[in-house]
């Protein structure tokens, strides 16, 4: 593979194993920054979050003006959703939402959920994929919602809303409104507490249905307790770096 012209990278060394990635892709570097590194994968990045040498996360990543994922499949199968540019964003990769939406296939229809909601929305990846899945509508919680709207006129949804504001502002306004959620997606920065909290109150706000998913994301290393009135359907962990759990109101079926 060519390298690739990035500044302030040099190629530092090959890696491939536990990635599935070919040995002959070069992991980049910044000696600004030695906690990123890139690798070439056609006109796409892999984006790698590297810790006392470790890769501890996998993300894709473009240089041409930010990050690109895609809609997976459904009636937007395959349009490129667009990021912040910069090293600093952590939206979920295609790898592991196709791997969690795979896992929904088995829990939730689509096409029966009327209302999605989806906090700390970002790119809002989360929420248009059950969109183009069948979901009516989607709610979309960030502070930071330029992306966002971007993304929503590129998909051309109709039945989206964007709440810019502190997710927990947000969830007490919608709980004020006796709005309920067939699927509520929270996926925090690492790190914080912010898991915990918004899962806390998503229960305590009764902002899901009671036959809802609750799907956090969080760092593989945060204990999430199981909110009240709610109770664990799946957990999943991908490497050493990403969690999800899945939790359901207490005496749901599904």
């Not at 979050?49 to 997976?72: D, N, P, Q, V, W």
């Not at 006796?178 to 925090?188: A, C, E, G």
């Not at 050493?240 to 899945?246: E, F, K, L, S, W």
Request: proline fraction near 4%.
């Amino acid at each position: 593979v060519p390298p690739v012209s990035i500044p302030n990278t040099e190629v530092k060394h090959s890696y491939a194993e536990g990635t599935g990635l070919a040995t002959a892709w070069k992991i980049r570097y910044s000696p600004v920054n030695k906690t990123e590194a890139v690798t070439n994968r056609g006109s796409l990045f892999l984006f790698l979050k590297i810790s006392c040498r470790k890769i501890t996360a996998l993300e894709e990543y473009s240089t041409g003006g930010g990050l690109f994922m895609r809609i997976i499949t459904g009636s937007a199968k395959g349009l490129r959703l667009k990021t912040a540019a910069g090293l600093d964003t952590r939206p979920t990769s295609d790898r592991v939402k196709e791997s969690l939406f795979s896992i929904l296939n088995g829990l939730a229809d689509f096409s029966s959920a009327n209302a999605v909601l989806d906090i700390f929305a970002g790119t809002g990846a989360l929420g248009l994929e059950s969109l183009s899945r069948g979901a009516n509508s989607a709610t979309f919680i960030d502070t930071n919602t330029n992306i966002l709207a971007e993304n929503i006129r590129r998909v051309k949804f109709q039945n989206c809303k964007i709440l810019h504001d502190d997710f927990r502002k947000a969830l007490k306004k919608l709980s004020a409104q006796n709005l309920q959620f067939d699927l509520i997606f929270s996926d925090p920065p690492y790190a914080t507490d912010f898991a915990q909290i918004s899962a806390s109150l998503v229960a305590e706000l009764n902002l899901l249905t009671n036959s809802g998913l609750l799907i956090v994301e969080h760092g593989v290393n945060e204990i999430l307790t199981a909110p009240e009135n709610l109770e664990p359907v799946r957990k999943i962990s991908y490497g050493h770096t990403t969690a999800i759990d899945i939790f359901h109101p207490k005496g749901s079926d599904l």
